[in-house]
């Protein structure tokens, strides 16, 4: 019975880690924007984050000011973009190994 125990919350803690750990080896598609502007996350200032299968994530490996005035009339405080992304979800981050603007303005 122990051993049953055991594996059901090892089976769940892989389980857990294994959907926190989401991988992006492939360019995909997501929506980029403030976090705390367009996204209502909670953060102490303005935060480039990606929004992935409805879920927000502040990004790391690429800062907000990086991508264009972020507070212009299409800037991430005021706007949600879309971008082509690789890196990994880890825990409540989204670690971006590459990070490219999508010009919808065609």
Same mark, same amino acid.
């Given at each position: 019975?122990?051993?049953? !125990?055991?594996? *059901?919350?090892?089976? !769940?803690?892989?389980?857990?880690?294994?959907?926190?750990?989401?991988?992006?080896?492939?360019? *995909? &598609? &997501?929506?980029?924007?403030?976090? +705390?502007?367009?996204?209502?996350?909670?953060?102490?200032?303005?935060?480039?984050?990606?929004? !992935?299968?409805?879920?927000?994530?502040? &990004? +790391?490996?690429?800062?907000?000011?990086?991508?264009?005035? %972020?507070?212009?009339?299409?800037?991430?405080?005021?706007?949600?973009?879309?971008?082509? &992304?690789?890196?990994?979800?880890?825990?409540?981050?989204?670690? %971006?190994?590459?990070?490219?603007?999508?010009?919808?303005?065609?």
């Amino acid at each position: 019975m122990k051993k049953l !125990i055991f594996m *059901t919350f090892l089976f !769940i803690g892989i389980s857990t880690q294994a959907q926190d750990k989401k991988k992006f080896d492939q360019p *995909t &598609v &997501v929506e980029a924007s403030c976090g +705390e502007c367009q996204f209502g996350m909670k953060g102490k200032s303005c935060d480039l984050a990606v929004r !992935i299968d409805g879920k927000s994530y502040f &990004v +790391e490996g690429t800062k907000i000011d990086q991508h264009g005035d %972020a507070h212009a009339k299409d800037g991430f405080c005021n706007a949600i973009r879309k971008a082509s &992304v690789t890196g990994q979800i880890k825990g409540n981050k989204f670690i %971006a190994t590459s990070f490219t603007l999508i010009d919808d303005k065609k």
